[in-house]
């Protein structure tokens, strides 16, 4: 499902970020990408979600080649995937409903089937009755759940979160974690970065981990 | 398979791992039809939240719609100004008219002499001799001095003899010869062929049309930059937005739509009311224009924008507000990068 093979992400004036790196996640696994803050994890996640690009390697996004993506390409290659931001970036000045049906509207579905699937997005992560609500008016944990709504409404193959439980309580943390469980039952490929340690040996999962820009244990 | 694919979104019982289904990612749901409403709702909602935007924040919008407006409206009043001053000339170009001024101290008697004179001459075909009296009632009537010439102990016009040669005396040597005899009479002041006025009108009116041309390339140009300026505004106050519509894989095309439809409303608006200033100004002149025209004897009517002119107005500022957004967005949206 997404393979890394020999990356190396170079800034012309940090020098490389990323260095060498290689793993594949398979359809249907779970893995935490862990390192040190500075070890490269939010570069590693830019180079997936088409933001930046890498400067050496190849990485192969359901058998694409991201690398080689055109321009014009990368729209359609970010709606494969669902990422989850550590500040969630919701609209603000939207609902709930509108922040989670985004996806839906950019890939051009009609509103019923909008209206469908959003619900059913919102009632995964429990959020039923909240779609008239704006963002501020939820709490952290809420705000972040919206923002996993609006990941998994377009039911993309991979899921990509950064830091989804920074900002939330063990209790929480643990509640988002399973839904992540759940979502990979169902055959899509998650990858959380995360320095939550705890959660990490509590879950037992595959563990990436990133040591000054080079993978250190797969 | 389909079934359960969709099911791994709601709640209940967990399903067993299925392939996901990639082609559900590339065809927008449903069939044919249900994306074509897709469409038309994205369009439908475009075209009326970037007119909510503007409402929503009046002060600006009405700002930025009054300078247009005002650059348009001025474009569009050198157009009319062009149209009415052609038509002027238009009605003259027939006329090769000669007009004989008579010297002060010539006589009435004197100068219906000379015009009966002048009858026989084979080259007039007529002639029309108009009385200092004539003259001064005319002038009195349309030139809005009446007061003042009332003040005046003498008639200050001379006797005007209006020649119109004859029709086969069309080239301009011939005019030429008739004026220079006309000229030797020594009751004659002054002769002047109206035509070389009409020429002389008609330089003047190509290089106002050409001004008019130059002018309303300038101003469609300052329409142009003040429309792109404003949706670059927008663009920054939005930013947010663009950026996650972008991360959640909208299309630049998808991000561009509502702000050229902001700019269509802001051209379209503008354009209309620069419709209705160009019309009210014109209910303002229209009688004195129409007063002044008495003196080329009603030959002139002014001209409105016609229902044609208006629509192109309307059309081209529009087109202009797209046009605006759409330069600024194409390099804009190249440099804004999802962070």
Known sequence: MLKFDNVTKRYPDTGDVLRNISFHLRRGEIAFLTGHSGAGKSTLLKLIAAMERCSRGQILLDGQNLSQAKEKQLPFIRRKMGVIYQDYKLLQDRTVFDNVALPLVIAGYGHHEIARRVRAALDKVSLSGKEKKYPQALSGGEQQRVGIARAVVNKPPIIIADEPTGNLDPELSTEIMLLFGEFQQVGVTVLIASHDISLITQLNHRVLKLDHGQLVSS | ?339
């Open chain 2, 1 to 339: 398979m389909k079934q359960g694919n969709k099911d791994y979104i709601r709640k209940g019982q967990p399903v067993k791992p299925v392939r996901h289904d990639t082609r559900q990612t590339k065809i927008a749901g449903g069939n044919f039809i249900d994306k074509l409403q897709a469409h038309r709702d994205l369009h439908a909602h475009a075209l009326f939240s970037s007119l909510g935007r503007l409402v929503a924040s009046p002060f600006t919008s009405i700002m930025t719609i009054t300078v247009l407006a005002i650059a348009i409206s001025l474009a569009s009043g050198f157009y009319i100004l062009v149209m009415n001053l052609q038509q002027l000339t238009g009605s003259l170009e027939i006329s090769n008219q000669i007009s004989l001024f008579l010297k002060d101290d010539v006589s009435g008697t004197h100068a219906s002499k000379l015009a009966d004179n002048l009858r026989k001459n084979p080259d007039v075909q007529s002639v029309k001799l108009i009385s200092r009296e004539q003259g001064l009632a005319e002038f009195q009537r349309y030139s809005g001095f009446g007061a003042a010439i009332n003040a005046l102990e003498n008639n200050p016009l001379p006797i005007v003899i209006q020649v119109v040669p004859k029709n086969s005396l069309e080239d301009k040597q011939g005019l030429e010869n008739l004026l220079q005899s006309f000229q030797r009479y020594p009751e004659v002041d002054f002769a002047q062929v109206d035509l070389q006025w009409v020429e002389r009108l008609q330089s003047i009116m190509a290089v106002a049309r050409l001004f008019a041309i130059l002018l309303n390339l300038m101003l469609g140009l300052a329409v142009l930059f003040v429309i792109g300026n404003t949706i670059r505004l927008e663009l920054h106050n939005r930013r947010d937005e663009v950026v996650i519509a972008k991360l959640v894989g909208a299309t630049n095309s998808f991000i561009q739509r509502p702000f050229l439809y902001s700019g269509f409303w802001i051209g379209f608006i503008s354009g209309v009311a620069a419709w209705f200033i160009v019309t009210v100004l014109m209910l303002i002149l229209r009688q004195p224009v129409e007063k002044l025209s008495g003196l080329y004897e009603g030959s002139f009517h002014l001209l409105f924008l016609s229902f044609t002119d208006t629509l192109a107005l309307i059309f081209i500022s529009s087109m202009l507000g797209v046009l605006g957004s759409w330069s600024v967005l194409v390099y804009q949206l190249r440099q804004l990068k999802p962070e």
